[in-house]
């Protein structure tokens, strides 16, 4: 197939998961072909079957705001009549299923359906908001096909935006060959020169990631045992997160790594993966700690125990309850085994529900049953 995939190409889950899933798509003999305006940030592994189209957003002096969404669609239509485009898939709703809406009417009657898949505050968050509410409603209505990555977020986006679409769940998946437990002692050492166990968190440091519960559970950890905090990403709230390490004089046992491209050989050195979110669709990064044999404390909300099991590959607490989730920590790493058999529960856990070797054949199948569907009577309509 020739696939037109869309995605915010900076540091997220949803840009994550799209760069991967070409990535895959592409190992299995798609020609993918990336279109956004700037490579993605995971797209690591240029080949023959992996073009990236670059929009270019003409500005005037009359726009405050350049139009993005309308210089997408235009670049979308060119890359599916260049290259044959079977369809596109675009990666959060807002504004990319628009632009893939307006590209399918421009490209008519040549056919070129578009799947959208939810992944979280484009729901949550953005879509939720009135002001985009109805058009993301309408764009979600108006794909061929959706999918979500979590029951949650289906069962909510059915509940809030009452749209009538059905919704395929096609959860979000990790390289279980690339995301593996390889501990390095070279970087091992240069945080824990003492053997200290390691906490790590992973995110874009938005507010919703709650980036200081991270350093008030570390606190707390802290006060009853040596540890160490490693905290990989960058976003608005890193600022805050490193004025609250100063402020605890934890500034020796707290290192900020900022954006990497290389998280699977980072991920395996820890010892426990904290995610204290507000919300949290699925939690890729939770998944992707997992699969590197790491027991994850996060936060019990939206679609997070689809992918930690209470008790079993980590723990699961309240937002903001720092207290308890700090309780949960110290468990963990003075168990005599410093939670390495539930870091193995994890893989176990991760490897049987989320490889990509079994969630990309699902994006297979549904990418045909859209074609097979876009022939039908019902939908030639439109
Ligand atoms: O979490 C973010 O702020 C980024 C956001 C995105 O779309 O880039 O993440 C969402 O999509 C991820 C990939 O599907 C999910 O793992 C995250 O749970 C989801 N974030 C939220 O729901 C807050």
Redesign the pocket.
């Known amino acids: 197939m020739k696939i037109g995939i869309t995605c915010?190409p900076t540091y997220?889950?949803?840009?994550?998961?799209a760069t991967e899933l070409g990535m895959e798509l592409a190992a299995r003999g798609h020609d993918v072909h990336f279109i956004s305006y700037s490579v993605p940030i995971r797209l690591n592994s240029m080949n023959e079957r992996i073009t990236f189209h670059e929009v270019e957003v003409a500005t005037y002096p009359l726009f405050d705001h350049p139009p993005y969404t309308l210089a997408l669609a235009t670049k979308m239509l060119e890359v599916a009549e260049e290259v044959s485009l079977d369809l596109l898939h675009v990666?959060?709703a807002i504004p990319h299923s628009v632009s893939a809406l307006l590209a399918r009417m421009m490209a008519a009657p040549r056919r070129l359906p578009f799947i959208t898949?939810l992944?979280?505050?484009?729901i949550?968050?953005v879509g939720s908001d009135r002001s985009y509410l109805p058009i993301t409603r309408f764009s979600i209505e108006q794909s061929d096909g959706v999918t979500a990555?979590?029951n949650y977020?289906r069962d909510r986006t059915i509940r809030e935006f009452e749209v009538r679409h059905p919704i395929e769940v096609i959860p979000?998946f990790v390289n279980c060959d690339l995301y593996k437990r390889a501990e390095d002692p070279a970087l091992r050492h240069r945080w824990a020169r003492n053997g200290e166990p390691i906490l790590m968190h992973l995110?874009?440091f938005?507010p919703?990631?709650r980036i200081t519960d991270c350093i008030e559970i570390f606190s707390l950890v802290r006060e009853k045992m040596p540890a160490k905090l490693v905290m990989i990403g960058d976003g608005p709230d890193r600022g805050s997160a490193e004025y609250l390490v100063r402020k605890k004089k934890l500034s020796k046992d707290a290192f900020f790594l900022g954006k990497q491209d290389h998280v699977h050989e980072i991920l395996g050195s820890a010892d426990l993966f904290l995610l204290p979110?507000d919300?949290?669709?699925?939690?890729?990064?939770a998944?992707e700690a997992m699969a590197c044999e790491v027991p994850v404390l996060a936060t019990n909300v939206?679609?997070?125990p689809e992918v930690v099991t209470h008790g079993v590959d980590g723990y699961l607490f309240e937002p903001r309850d720092v207290e308890t989730a700090s309780r949960f920590a110290i468990e963990i790493l003075t168990r005599s085994d410093r939670g390495r058999a539930m870091g193995q529960m994890a893989r176990a856990n991760a490897r049987s529900r989320y490889c990509s070797n079994d969630i990309i054949p699902r994006y297979e199948a549904f990418y045909e049953k859209i074609l097979r569907g876009v022939d039908a009577p019902a939908l030639t309509a439109r």
């Open positions: 915010y997220g889950g949803s840009g994550v998961v990666h959060y898949t992944h979280g505050t484009d949550t968050l990555i979590s977020l979000n995110s874009n938005r919703v990631k979110s919300s949290e669709s699925f939690g890729l990064a998944l939206g679609g997070v």
